[in-house]
């Protein structure tokens, strides 16, 4: 085990950097003293303000049809996000690739599925059956093998899958590309020196490099995903807002079945901000800079 190495003060009247203290900075002290006096009025808006209605938050922040609500959301986030990061990641592959036809049509998909708004994608999946009113799997120019009603296919549930895993794909395809272009050439051509595959190379030593700038966006994605499960209420989906808007139509009570869903919501948002803060000092592990080697050091000065 490696003992730290303690430095004695110096007592020669000569300054050593390492006896330096912090600063005292006046401004902090004034803008921290701001900041409490801030958040100590906004707690006392929330809690004097008779309009937020709490106890009827209360009453209904474990109703079960806000839990049914809440639950849809989750999974419509989960699904979303894993079929957009499967799609994704094959469209990040393709705008790599050096045929240039895939590259161009894995390009164009991205381009137009990132512009166009999720709510509208969600809208015209729902009304696929006004273009298509039959969905059929056959031979090209001949005969049909299989088909459905275009209506009995999509239910709000699979419009609302399909469009947000398509608008995912686009974005996670986007972050999965500028992931693997940001490892350096170098580390490529160093691996195949020492005799690796191709996909051990990039199994190895590509992706957990790549993995260090994917997280943190494709953390922000689920997130922004989770937030945008919302639109799903314009197609008649049962996510946390839809209940929440079922019950108030009922009760008049907006407001504070609003104040229910976004509790909900910063709920589910700080558990995934947990999570993502995990994955990436998972992937970190070796370039962060900790205070690990420096705490033992200052206990032991302190006992001096």
């Known amino acids: ?95 790599l690739a050096a045929f240039p036809p895939v590259r161009w049509a894995c390009v164009a998909f991205v381009g137009v599925f990132r512009a166009v708004p999720p709510l509208v994608q969600l ?9 298509i009113p039959k969905l059929a799997i056959g031979v090209p120019f001949g005969p049909e093998l299989f088909s459905w009603p275009t209506n009995d296919v999509i239910t709000p549930l699979t419009a609302a899958v399909i469009g947000l895993s398509l608008h995912e794909a686009a974005y996670m395809a986007e972050i999965i590309r500028a992931g693997i272009s940001s490892v350096d050439q170098g580390q490529r051509d160093a691996s195949k020196a020492m005799g690796f595959s191709s996909s051990h190379a990039f199994s190895r030593v590509v992706l957990p490099q790549a993995m260090r700038v994917i997280i943190p966006p494709a953390g922000s994605q689920v997130i922004a995903l989770l937030k945008g499960t919302s639109l799903v209420s314009v197609i008649a989906m049962g996510d946390l807002l839809h209940s929440v808007q079922v019950i108030y139509n009922r009760t008049y009570e907006v407001v504070p079945m609003l104040i229910v869903a976004v509790i909900w919501y910063l709920v589910v948002v700080a ?13 970190s592990r070796g370039l962060v800079r900790t205070a690990s080697v420096r705490k033992p050091v200052q206990r032991l000065e302190a006992a001096r």
């Open 271 to 283: 558990a995934l901000t947990v999570v993502q803060r995990q994955v990436e000092r998972r992937f």
């Open 1 to 95: 085990m490696t003992m730290p190495i303690i430095t004695p003060p110096r007592t020669d009247g000569v300054v050593d950097v390492a006896d330096a203290r912090r600063r005292f900075h006046p401004w902090r002290l004034v803008i921290g003293v701001v900041l409490a006096l801030i958040v100590v009025r906004l707690a006392l808006f929330l809690v004097t303000n008779e309009r937020f209605e709490w106890p009827v938050v209360g009453e209904y922040l474990f109703n079960p049809s806000v839990l049914l609500g809440l639950v849809m959301s989750v999974l419509l986030t989960a699904v979303g996000m894993i079929l957009g990061s499967l799609l994704g990641t094959v469209l990040a592959a393709g705008q």
């Open 123 to 131: 809208i015209f999946w729902y009304n696929l059956a006004y273009l």
